[in-house]
Every structure is written in C-alpha cells, then in structure tokens.
C-alpha cells in the first residue's frame, strides 16, 4: 500500500493569554487548547516523482508546496532521508478557514502522523512535533491533539485534565480576521485582563465543565477593531440560549460556547447559523497520538 487516510481535527483555545514578546517578533503565549470532533478527511498517496500536491474541495486554496499540507509531506519525507519521493494528497476540508481553529494545523500534523505510519520512519512523537513547528506554531498542538497547556511559540505542551463531555457549538461569521494585525494591536496596547489560566487547568482537573467554560477568556477580545462587532454579538446570543461560557478561538473569526443540554445546544446552533452563516455542534476529542 502506497496510500493512507488520516483525520484532522480541528482545535479550540480554550483560553489564549499572550505574556510577552521575543526578540524575533513572535509573542510568549499561554494558552489551553483542546481539540473537537470537527475534521477534514486527509488521503496521502506517495509517488517517485518527487512531486507534491495538495487537493481539495476548496477552490481558493494552494495545491502546490505553498499548501502547508503538501510543505508537511515535504519536510517529512527529506527528514526520513526519501528522496526522489513525493506525495499527493487529497483533503475533503470542513474546518473553516481562517477562522482560529487550526485547519492548515491540523491538516500538516495529520499528514505527520500518517506518513509516520505509511513509510515506517518510526519518529518519535516529540520529533513530529519538532518538524510541525517548522510549519506554523499551532501544528506541535495538532499532531498529539487532546487538551494541552501550551506556552511559548505554542510548541511547549504540558498536561491539562482533558475537558470532559459536553456539547459545543461553533460559530464562524463571514469575515475573518487578519492574525498578524491582532497581534500588532496586543503590541500596541497595555492588556488589562488576563485568562485566569490556572483556575481553568484546575477546573478540568476537578473535572467541572461549568467551572472551566465560565473561565474561557481569550485576550485578542480586547483589542478587536470596532468593525468586528459580531463576536460579542454571537458571544451574547450564545449567553442567551444558556451556554455556561462563550469564546472566541485564536484570532478569530470563530466564536464557540459550551452547552450542558444538547437540545439547547444544537437549537442556538440552528439560530446562530441563520443569522452569521456557518455554525457546528461539536464534542471533544482525546489524544489523536
Ligand atoms: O507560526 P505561525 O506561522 O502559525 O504564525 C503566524 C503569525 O502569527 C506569525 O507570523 C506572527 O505574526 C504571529 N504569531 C506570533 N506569536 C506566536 C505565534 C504566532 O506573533 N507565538
């Protein structure tokens, strides 16, 4: 067999904090992360071409190396020593794009794993880790999945309690926002509030989705230009149907809420969905590696 499937699923911060800024431009980050049952269907095909190709459902998107998916299978196969070998790769994508819930991620820590399966190369979690940080400071994140506490770049994981069953639902509004303008706002700007990131890890470790929802916080919130109005008015709806607490992901534009009643759940799904275009319902997901 020259080919393997492989899921990529999306992930959520459940809080984002940024605690400073390095030298090289990227900012010290603290951030619980979890990931939800929303995927994209990855199949890798390898060929002895050389060549490396990424398709999908999504027109818009690159299907050369600028994909990070096809860049993924690049940088593993030169890591794994094949050269002369390439990958093909076709994505069925329904994470949104663009909208702080690590889709490219996902889909470049996917690939990792399933070229690790595929070829043999037997590399160690950590080193699969170490290549997707070459590739984006989310995908380290992706490719073991679960609930982290994740600092740094967002390369350094340690253990969070993983968040315990309950029904979330995401919303992604038409517009999407720009990731290096959020952070040149945070650079500009003297932050107030802060997650209170440890009561969140101690709220999952005491196993109480009310306690950790109700502690969501993400500080890009405070610096969302004016036009961005949306994200509380979708955090205020969520409130309104019961969630015990409403975030944005990220750097946006996807805002969730997690709900303790499924039917509550997938109604302010269907509402949220009329009004901003694109809503999911969603469970968590445990480790993926
Ligand atoms: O690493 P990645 O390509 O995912 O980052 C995208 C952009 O997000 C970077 O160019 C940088 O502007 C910003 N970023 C940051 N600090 C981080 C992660 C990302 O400033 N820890």
Redesign the pocket.
């Known amino acids: 067999m020259n080919s393997i499937v492989e899921k990529a699923y999306a992930k959520l911060n459940l809080s984002l904090d940024i605690r400073g800024?390095h030298p090289d431009?990227?900012?010290?980050?603290l951030m619980v992360m979890q990931t939800i049952d929303l995927c994209d269907d990855i199949k890798i095909t390898l060929n002895d071409e050389g060549r490396f190709t990424a398709a999908s459902n999504l027109g818009f998107l690159p299907t050369d190396g600028r994909n990070i998916a096809a860049a993924a299978a690049e940088l593993f196969l030169k890591e794994a020593g094949m050269e002369g070998a390439g990958a093909d790769i076709v994505m069925q994508k329904r994470i949104p794009v663009c909208a702080g819930m690590g889709g490219g991620?996902s889909d470049a820590a996917a690939v990792l794993r399933a070229l690790n399966r595929l070829t043999g190369a037997g590399f160690s979690a950590e080193k699969l880790e170490a290549m997707g940080l070459e590739l984006?400071?989310?995908?380290p994140f992706c490719v073991r999945g679960g609930t982290a506490l994740a600092s740094?770049?967002?390369e350094k994981l340690a253990h969070a309690a993983p968040l315990p069953d309950c029904d979330i639902v995401v919303c992604k509004p038409r517009f999407s926002i720009s990731?290096?303008t959020l952070?040149r706002l945070v650079d500009g700007c003297k932050l107030r509030y802060h997650p209170d990131t440890r009561g969140l890890t101690a709220a999952l470790e005491s196993g109480s989705v009310a306690d950790a929802a109700r502690r969501m916080y993400n500080v890009f919130e405070a610096v969302l230009p004016r036009r961005y109005v949306d994200i509380s008015a979708i955090k205020s709806a969520f409130m309104d149907f019961g969630a015990l607490g409403t975030v944005m992901t990220g750097?946006g534009s996807a805002v969730f809420a997690i709900f303790d009643n499924t039917d509550t759940a997938a109604q302010a799904r269907d509402a949220l969905r009329e009004r901003y275009g694109t809503a999911y319902l969603a469970k968590p997901v445990g480790k993926v590696l």
């Open positions: 800024r431009g990227y900012h010290e980050m991620s984006g400071s989310d995908v740094g770049r967002g990731t290096p952070f750097t």
